[in-house]
């Protein structure tokens, strides 16, 4: 390779984010903007890399239980740090700052966000200077969760001390500079504007990074970033550009930067309301178990609504190289794909129209509107403000009329849609709409939290202040059943056949869940930065280390 | 004085007459006048001669360019179905320019008559009733000092449904945001009116009225408000213009209507990304917007002359 | 007063006009004047009669457009003011001519302080140093009479009753000893026991400064205790000038005559009913073309209605323009 | 003056509470919740834990006069003790933005510079135009300079910002690569390199922003220069002797500013709280943009403090636009 | 006409009408403009009465407040035998119809945007419950009477010259056929050979409908011409009251005297001969008037009394009231 040489060689980088990080730990914020910014600063023991596979970072090797490092009966891990670790101030990293992190994380006044990654963890003990061992309450089949990633990065005991519990909120100076064993040290943070970045001198790898001084952007618009990136070239690297394909193409024809992709695992999904949000139901039956919904109860209605609709053309209008049309809920990594699940991919309109004859929703009253037993299919169709949801909806819209059901669009400031306030009738958890469409995805690489989220119990009820993430309200024993095997078995093959026969269960066989697109992730770099390798498991920043400049656009 | 006729009235001077017999002199104001009359008749007669849903999506006939495009020999995509070209959806340009128009037009009117009722109403009230007077316009300032987009957000809360019950889901959205930028424009009026009204009650026909014996309330209907008419029309076509630039700003922080209703604004907004490839979709709904408010204003320059009766008299 | 003596300003045919929407209107018809070194010349009409317009013209004070000064010429100095370049006139105007206004509430700027306004002139025509303008102007203000003028220099126009903003508006005209003053009616704003204040005022600036004055008024008691000749105008045009004894004991014109006996007097026999002037006065939208006074007028004739008359002397400084002989009760020859 | 200053200001206090009170139930009524941007994996648990932490647990007559004692007390400690060295704050809780869990006051000192810069620049330079063309328009009125300045200024008045931005961005930074798209804040100026950096990258904001105060402030001031060129002590002063541009550039403009400077001093509010969409478009990062980012997180404590520092603005620039007048105008004395 | 015994139709004792001055940080009322300090008189039924003075002496206000148009300090008025002194103005809206008053200007009294007839209408409107023929008939026969052509109801004000303005406000002033009619300064805008036609009207109407007038004015002439009994006003009060022919004659007051002297002579030979009394200085601040008599500052003949005691008002002679010292003296010894 060209780019070995010493630390500092290639200068100046520029990044930048249209979403403003606030905060440099990733245990105040989840905001993604948030975790992959301090990516550059404090890291986890362990990483995923861009295939969903482990590398380790701080950490000498994975722990497994063929090296010994996770017990046989899954409840404890134990972590080695890499020898001779600096922190940036140049102190040791000792085993005595992981069990820290965990204590700052799990003190439950503290309003830690990644407190699900401590999820069953009993107690985190340093066996001596550079071995941690992690204990669980039972059997944990997958035991990667604390130190793992982005999300879970390892800070510094002694720069951290006196921000236990509430005081967490109130060390500015901390959260804004972590002391970290990243590649580059904070010198100025500008919350939601700006991080100046220089390259960490104790940086384990003498000759990374390759940029002396790092310039991290914040605010503004996807389009603004591109542009930044692939037509005038102010910035080197431009994160998730959610623009219309047409929109990126023509950007880059400037031939300034280049477009990268990769996928994930967010979905683009319409979820199906289960249960009646009609506002003439008192509060309390309205939208819950109480009261099942007029139509979309009926299996046939669901399906016909998902024939209807024509996957690629939503693609290529929407997202271009980065997505796909998928039927399934889990769309990777590949061990857990139900490669099966493919019937949805063709749009059949005539299908769906014969399909919803048979089922005896018939226009009996010549208005272009199905209906049977009085109840017209008349739905209203919600989701968060955003162009491409919109040109979705607006397509959608076109194909339902197709085929007899009137739909109604709304859309709802996405802060407010995903706010979660209990007192909004807005939000995507009461769901007081017939149809809502957005996209969600699974931390890491292992979708049991993820499948697990469609328990009966874990539907979003007024007694429950309207949390809870089984949005649809499905419940099913048998599916409840699975998701407690998939809970108590650590063997690989039978973790996926058990997956994939839950995403099974949601999608091809109830239609409950109705997957869209499979939405990668695009970002740009400069064409004169090298090094690039988009992650979709980590933070993108994850490799920013080995990042360097090619070309003699310095 | 000639007494042919001497108790045939004479046909009454109405003095909107002379209004417009001045009105007309200001270029200016007539040429605004006229587009404006065009741009109604554009998007209120339009959609009936040219009867293409806005809303109709074909795909396959996607981001073709306006007619002229093609008939200087390019090679662009055109087509006569569609003079003005479609969007990336394949939705007619004409279409949703005319729809989009629609409501723009339709806000700026009804929140420009809402500020201006508003405004007249509290500017009156505070300037005739010296009681009222400090009251109200503390209740000013305060109005001016909240700021609009929480304000929107809360009403969008407290309001969406029961307005979406009643009015149906666009009208009630509309109902909304018009009430949302009538309710936080209105204050620069009432100032203005309120000043009038004070040095109004200090002439003398208002004392002679109260010589007469006219209670307040004809008092206003009667001397007040027609003296603030030109003002308050000056306002009005300020407000007018300043309603449908809200509405776009609006778009633009996606507070506005829903996707699937289109206004001048969010028009202009969702084309922004493609401006360079596609120039004509910024240009049409920027075009309508910036002559429309050009119009109006102007159109306010001649009423401001026409209706003060020094300029007039003359 | 010799009749002989040169006269410092010379007024000939004067004709101004002014372009409005609804067509021209002939604000001033012909108007010649002039006046002599020293003499107070009165000049009254009723509103409208284009008085001020006459009086602005020389010194080019009309906002153009509208106004149009069409022909004629104000020698001064020997100079035509209707024909010099704008340097000159501004050396004329406040220099040369002094102009005092009829509204003393609105004519002075109310946020300078008198005294800066005061001294503006002074600095500009007289190019004298800030420290000698302000002496100056002090002694401008004593001169009109107002009390504690160093002190009064720094205060502001609202801060004058309306009396003694017409004093300072008379301090600001004579701030450069102008040979002629111009002033448009300077009392009608004030009240009776001001206006005496005012007029003893100038009596005694005109013993003292000795310059000419041409006082324009409606109020014909005024012009009866200080002027020396008269000039009574009607629609734009001069219908009678004559010695201010002439004129009141011996009045040729119609309007004259009739306009003297409309007015009550407190001294005298009461008269059970006022004489009025029945009629409007007319609107000049068209260079006359007949008598403007015919159709109020109680002696006229055809002749009236067919030609505009001249003015015809009289003997003695005295013309009329009027077709009627009132001495001989008969109209004039044609 | 001085009395009706206090006077005003007195009156000003309960009308401030009173909007901090309006702006506090405001957001408390608004939708949305600071958890908005956590990713959807948090399970709800967590969420609830960390609202929690953030003090919402607690009903809104118990926030309220917290935040009050927060803003009106506490704050002014921190300042002192800053200044001072002294301890009167002795570690009481500032105001914590939700978002950035760091002191409020402090996020909008740093974004001061940028915000004044810009934004202040922009309306400096704006009324700096502005005032030729309105004097110029007047005094030629219906000249084509004249109807040029209003059709020019017009056009500024109706073109939205995110379109005009936009525009200037795709001309100046992507075509002819001139100038810079995005806004670096950290920029400081030291010597005539960085100076004439600075200049190219504020030229364009503030060229946006100032397109819409010229075409206000010109319209004002020419409708308020024609109002003065009629009066009576013009003709005094021509009567006078003095040229014309003592006439005009002393006696009618100096009347003539006096509605003017209150117009001008009554939209500076206006512009700090309404240059948001300009703020995002060039990525300034101004106050603008730190209250519409603190909206859509809903951090309640950022929006709050902003928007009542705005309202103080407002109704501070409202006493000094009338005090304003009071000493231009030497006929007004306010007792 | 003098001789025949007389009533008083109105009938004004002690008015005090006194506009409060707010000032200080509270907007105290720290003082009172007395605009019209403590004035009685009496008119006579069919009788015009003259009330002069210099501007600012409060005529006006006198005026309006005997109409009750203001809310007056205290006194008592009463006219054609009710006392509407503490009447509410509700009730007094019903009385309106025998009490009307003719402005000043008539351009600012007649509301620009109603034509001529709705101007007359407008008492018939809101007292009388005549079917619109009747109301356009009776408008037509008050324009007869006031000498407007009925042609023209349909025009608007402006159309009209300034003595056909008065005329009109004359009209609306007879729709009610009032007993009293207060006429403020009703010729002082108009050119002196309009003035005439409108002092004639007044005359013919008070002959025909046997009205009674308070005629407001500042013109000396025309009040000696047309009121029966004049009264003096200096600063709030009456200084001097008496039948017409004395008054000019033989006035007594030296504020009289020099109002008398002031007036210019339209006859060369007297006005040279004349001696003026010029007074000197202004008049002083109606919230600040001087302590004992008010004409103390410029009096040509004051005397020590004058600066501290206030002068009585009272009756020197039968039918003639003057307020000064040195006629109180003489009245003292001679009793
Ligand atoms: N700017 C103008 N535009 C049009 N006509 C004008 C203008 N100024 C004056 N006039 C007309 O010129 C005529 C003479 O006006 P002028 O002011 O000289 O009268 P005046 O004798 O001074 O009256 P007054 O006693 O009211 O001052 C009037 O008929 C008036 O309408
Ligand atoms: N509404 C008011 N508030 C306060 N002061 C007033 C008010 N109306 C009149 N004044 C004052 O009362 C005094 C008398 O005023 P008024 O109008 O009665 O005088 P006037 O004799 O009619 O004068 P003019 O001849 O100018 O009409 C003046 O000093 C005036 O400033
Ligand atoms: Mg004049
Ligand atoms: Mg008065
Ligand atoms: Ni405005």
Redesign the pocket.
């Given at each position: 390779d060209a780019h070995e040489g010493e630390r500092g060689r290639d200068g100046q980088l520029n990044i930048i984010y249209w979403q403003a990080p606030s905060i440099l730990n990733p245990y105040l914020s989840g905001g993604t903007k948030d975790i992959e910014a301090s990516s550059l600063i404090i890291e986890p023991l362990a990483r995923y890399d861009q295939t969903g596979a482990m590398v380790p970072y701080l950490a000498e090797e994975i722990p497994t239980v063929g090296n010994g490092g996770v017990s046989e009966d899954l409840t404890t891990i134990t972590w080695k740090l890499k020898e001779g670790l600096l922190w940036s101030d140049g102190t040791p990293v000792t085993s005595a700052d992981v069990v820290f992190t965990a204590q700052y994380c799990m003190d439950p006044e503290g309003g830690c966000a990644q407190l699900s990654k401590f999820d069953g963890v009993e107690t985190v003990e340093a066996l001596d200077d550079l071995t941690v061992k992690v204990t669980f309450g039972a059997a944990q089949p997958n035991p990667y969760q604390p130190f793992m990633g982005g999300q879970s990065p390892i800070i510094q005991a002694a720069q951290f001390a006196e921000c236990l519990g509430a005081k967490a909120p109130e060390c500015t100076d901390a959260n804004f500079g972590p002391i970290g064993t990243g590649p580059f040290v904070v010198t100025d943070f500008r919350t939601n504007d700006v991080i100046e970045l220089v390259a960490n001198d104790n940086y384990r790898d003498p000759s990374k990074p390759a940029f002396a001084t790092v310039t991290f952007k914040g605010g503004g618009d996807a389009t603004a970033a591109g542009r930044a990136v692939l037509e005038t070239g102010e910035f080197d690297y431009a994160w998730n550009l959610q623009l219309a394909p047409d929109v990126i193409a023509s950007m880059a024809e400037a031939g300034v930067g280049t477009p990268v992709s990769a996928f994930g695992t967010l979905v683009e999904r319409l979820e199906m309301n289960m249960t009646d949000p009609s506002p003439s139901l008192e509060e309390g039956v309205r939208a819950t178990a109480a009261a099942p919904h007029p139509f979309l109860s009926d299996e046939a209605v669901r399906r016909a609504l998902s024939m209807a609709i024509d996957r690629d053309l939503l693609v290529e209008v929407g997202y271009g190289q980065a997505g796909r049309p998928t039927c399934n809920l889990v769309p990777g990594p590949e061990i857990y794909a139900s490669t099966e699940n493919t019937g949805c991919l063709v749009q059949d309109i005539e299908g769906a129209n014969a399909l919803l004859d048979d089922a005896g929703w018939v226009d009996s009253n010549g208005d272009g509107i199905r209906e049977k037993d009085g109840v017209e299919l008349r739905i209203l169709y919600q989701t968060s403000t955003n162009a491409v949801r919109q040109d979705f909806q607006a397509l959608i819209k076109e194909w339902w009329g197709e085929i007899g059901v009137e739909t109604e669009l709304r859309n709802i400031d996405s802060s407010v849609f995903f706010g979660g306030d209990p007192g909004s009738p807005d939000t995507f958890q009461r769901f007081y709409a017939d149809v809502e469409m957005y996209a969600n995805n699974f931390d890491g690489t292992d979708p049991q939290a993820y499948l697990g989220q469609y328990t009966c119990d874990k539907a979003p009820k007024p007694e429950s202040q309207w949390q809870g993430e089984n949005i649809n309200r499905f419940c099913d024993p048998a599916y409840d059943a699975l998701v407690a095997e998939l809970g108590a078995t650590a063997d690989q093959a039978e973790r996926s056949r058990i997956a994939i026969a839950l995403n099974d269960m949601l999608t091809k066989d109830t239609m409950t869940i109705v997957p869209l697109v499979d939405r990668g992730r695009v970002s740009a770099h400069a064409n004169s930065l090298a090094g690039v390798v988009l992650n979709t498991w980590d933070s993108e920043l994850w490799n920013a280390a080995d990042w360097y400049r090619v070309g003699d656009n310095r | 004085m000639t007494d042919a006729t001497l108790n045939a009235v004479e046909k009454p001077r109405n003095q909107w007459w002379d209004v417009w017999a001045q009105f007309r002199t200001h270029k200016g104001a007539v040429a605004g006048l006229c587009f404006l009359i065009f741009i109604t008749l554009f998007v209120t007669l339009g959609p009936v001669l040219w009867d293409v849903d806005p809303g109709k999506l074909n795909i396959r006939n996607k981001n073709v360019r306006p007619i002229y495009m093609g008939l200087f020999g390019g090679d662009a995509k055109v087509a006569w179905a569609n003079p003005m070209g479609t969007d990336n959806l394949g939705r007619d340009i004409m279409a949703n320019i005319m729809a989009g128009g629609r409501v723009s037009l339709a806000v700026g009117w009804t929140a420009m008559i809402l500020a201006v009722f508003l405004g007249t109403l509290i500017g009156v009230l505070a300037g005739y009733f010296k009681r009222l007077d400090g009251l109200l316009m503390r209740f000013t300032d305060l109005v001016l000092a909240l700021p609009l987009l929480p304000l929107l957000l809360v009403m969008m809360l407290l309001f969406r449904d029961p307005l979406r019950a009643t009015f149906g889901p666009e009208n009630g959205i509309f109902i909304l945001i018009v009430t949302g930028i009538g309710i936080t424009s209105w204050m620069q009026t009432a100032r203005i009116v309120r000043g009038d009204v004070m040095a109004l009650k200090e002439r003398e026909f208002v004392l002679a009225a109260r010589s007469i014996g006219t209670p307040a309330r004809r008092m206003i209907t009667r001397h007040l408000l027609p003296n603030v008419m030109s003002p308050i029309m000056v306002s009005a076509t300020l407000g007018l213009a300043t309603a449908i630039i809200t509405e776009s700003a609006l778009s633009f922080l996606g507070l506005g209507f829903p996707s699937d209703f289109p206004t001048w604004g969010k028009i202009l907004f969702d084309s922004v990304d493609r401006m360079t490839a596609f120039p004509e979709r910024v240009i049409w709904p920027g075009l309508a917007i910036s002559l429309t408010v050009l119009a109006v204003n102007y159109i306010g320059d001649g009423l401001r002359d026409a209706l003060d009766p020094r300029i007039r008299g003359q | 007063m010799p009749d002989g003596a040169l006269p410092v300003l010379d007024v000939r045919d004067l004709k101004t006009v002014f372009k409005t929407r609804s067509g021209e209107v002939h604000a001033v018809n012909d108007v010649s004047f002039s006046l002599r070194p020293g003499e107070l010349l009165g000049v009254v009409g009723e509103s409208g009669s284009g008085k001020s317009v006459t009086m602005m013209s020389l010194l080019g004070l009309l906002p153009s457009p509208p106004a149009d000064v069409r022909n004629g010429s104000v020698m001064f100095d020997d100079k035509d003011l209707l024909n010099v370049d704008a340097e000159t006139l501004r050396k004329v105007r406040g220099g040369k001519i002094g102009f005092v206004f009829q509204d003393p509430m609105t004519s002075l700027n109310p946020v300078f302080t008198v005294g800066i306004q005061i001294m503006e002139p002074l600095r500009k025509h007289m190019s004298m140093s800030k420290k000698q303008a302000a002496v100056r102007s002090q002694e401008l203000l004593e001169l009109v009479g107002i009390p504690d003028a160093k002190r009064r220099l720094d205060d502001y126009p609202h801060q004058f009753s309306g009396g003694m903003r017409q004093r300072v508006m008379i301090a600001i005209a004579l701030a450069c000893d102008p040979q002629v003053l111009i002033a448009d009616e300077p009392t009608t704003a004030l009240d009776v026991t001001i206006q005496a204040q005012i007029l003893e005022l100038m009596k005694e600036l005109r013993t003292k400064l000795g310059m000419a004055v041409i006082w324009i008024t409606h109020d014909l008691g005024v012009i009866a205790g200080i002027a020396d000749r008269v000039m009574v105008m009607y629609g734009g045009q001069v219908v009678e000038h004559a010695p201010v004894a002439n004129l009141f004991n011996d009045p040729q014109h119609p309007y004259t005559r009739a306009l003297l006996k409309t007015i009550p007097t407190i001294h005298g026999e009461r008269a059970a009913r006022l004489t009025v002037i029945e009629g409007q006065p007319p609107i000049m939208t068209a260079a006359p073309a007949s008598c403007p006074f015919r159709d109020r007028c109680d002696v006229a004739f055809d002749r009236c209605e067919n030609e505009n008359p001249q003015r015809y002397d009289l003997g003695a400084g005295h013309d009329a323009a009027c077709f009627y002989n009132a001495r001989t009760g008969a109209p004039r020859d044609a | 003056m001085l009395i009706y200053t206090i006077r005003r200001l007195l009156i000003s206090i309960p009308t401030l509470l009173f909007i901090a009170f309006v702006i506090f139930m405001l957001l408390e009524l608004a939708p949305g919740d600071p958890m908005a941007q956590m990713p959807l994996t948090i399970p709800p648990e967590v969420k609830e834990k960390m609202r929690l932490a953030l003090g919402l647990g607690e009903p809104w007559w118990v926030r309220f006069p917290l935040w009050l004692k927060q803003f009106f007390i506490v704050e002014p400690q921190y300042w002192i003790d800053n200044a001072f060295g002294t301890n009167f704050a002795d570690g009481a809780q500032r105001i914590i933005s939700f978002q950035s869990r760091s002191p409020v006051f402090e996020i909008i000192a740093e974004r001061m510079p940028q915000t004044l810069w810009v934004v202040g620049m922009s309306y400096v330079v704006g009324v700096l135009i502005a005032l030729p063309i309105g004097i110029i328009s007047a005094y030629r009125q219906y000249s084509v300079f004249d109807q040029a300045g209003t059709f020019v200024s017009m056009i500024g008045f109706s073109v939205p910002p995110f379109f005009s931005g936009v525009l200037l961005i795709v001309i100046f930074s992507v075509q002819l690569k001139w100038l810079p798209s995005i806004y670096d804040t950290t920029h400081v100026v030291s010597d005539w390199d960085s100076f004439v950096f600075q200049l190219r990258q504020m030229v364009m904001p503030v060229m946006v922003l100032a397109l819409q105060t010229t075409a206000q402030v010109s319209r004002y001031m020419r409708a308020s220069m024609l109002d003065n060129l009629t009066q009576d002590y013009v003709r005094t002063a021509r009567a006078k002797g003095m040229t014309e541009s003592v006439v005009v550039l002393k006696h009618v403009l100096r009347n003539s500013m006096i509605p003017v400077v209150t117009v001008i001093a009554l939209g500076i509010p206006a512009i700090f709280g309404g240059a948001i969409i300009t703020e995002q478009i060039f990525k300034v990062n101004g106050l603008g943009q730190l209250l519409i980012i603190a909206l859509q997180g809903n951090d309640i404590p950022m929006v709050m403090t902003i928007t009542f520092l705005l309202a103080v603005l407002i109704v501070m620039m409202n006493l000094i636009a009338d005090v304003l007048y009071g000493i231009l105008d030497p006929r007004i004395r306010y007792d | 006409m003098l001789d025949t015994p007389q009533t008083p139709l109105v009938s004004v004792r002690d008015l005090k009408m006194h506009?409060p001055?707010h000032a200080g940080l509270l907007r105290r009322r720290v003082g009172e403009?007395k605009?019209?300090d403590g004035v009685s008189f009496d008119v006579m039924e069919g009788e015009t009465l003259g009330l002069v003075?210099?501007?600012?002496?409060?005529?006006?206000?006198?005026g309006?407040a005997v109409l009750r148009l203001y809310d007056i300090t205290s006194g008592e008025i009463t006219i054609d035998g009710a006392e509407i002194g503490d009447t509410s103005q509700s009730k007094l809206r019903k009385m309106r119809p025998t009490m009307q008053m003719v402005f000043?200007d008539p351009q600012a009294s007649l509301n620009p945007r109603m034509t001529v007839e709705a101007i007359i209408k407008e008492p018939l409107d809101e007292h009388t419950k005549l079917s619109e023929a009747e109301k356009r008939e009776k408008v037509g026969e008050l324009m007869d009477a006031v000498g407007l052509n009925r042609q023209f109801a349909k025009r608007y004000p402006q159309a009209f010259s300034g003595g056909q303005r008065q005329r009109i406000g004359i009209a609306r002033a007879l729709a009610l056929n009032p007993k009293f009619i207060v006429c403020?300064?009703p010729i002082a805008a108009l050119d002196v050979s309009i003035q005439a036609q409108v002092v004639n009207l007044l005359e013919d109407l008070q002959e025909q409908l046997g009205l009674t007038y308070l005629f407001?004015s500042?013109d000396l002439s025309m009040v000696r011409h047309i009121a029966t009994r004049v009264a003096v006003?200096y600063l709030?009060k009456i200084v001097e009251l008496a039948p017409r022919e004395e008054l000019y004659a033989e006035p007594l007051h030296p504020y009289t005297k020099a109002l008398l002297s002031a007036v210019p002579e339209p006859d060369p030979s007297l006005a040279t001969s004349n001696e003026r009394i010029v007074l000197q200085g202004d008049v002083p601040?109606?919230?600040n008037p001087p302590e004992g008599c008010n004409f103390c500052t410029r009096c040509p003949s004051v005397m020590d009394i004058c600066k501290t005691v206030e002068p009585e008002y009272f009756e020197v002679a039968p039918g003639r009231f003057t307020a000064c010292h040195l006629y109180q003296n003489t009245n003292d010894t001679a009793d």
């Open positions: - | - | - | - | 506009f001055i403009v605009a019209v003075g210099e501007s600012g002496c409060g005529k006006s206000t006198c309006r000043q403020d300064e407001i500042h006003m709030g601040s109606p919230a």
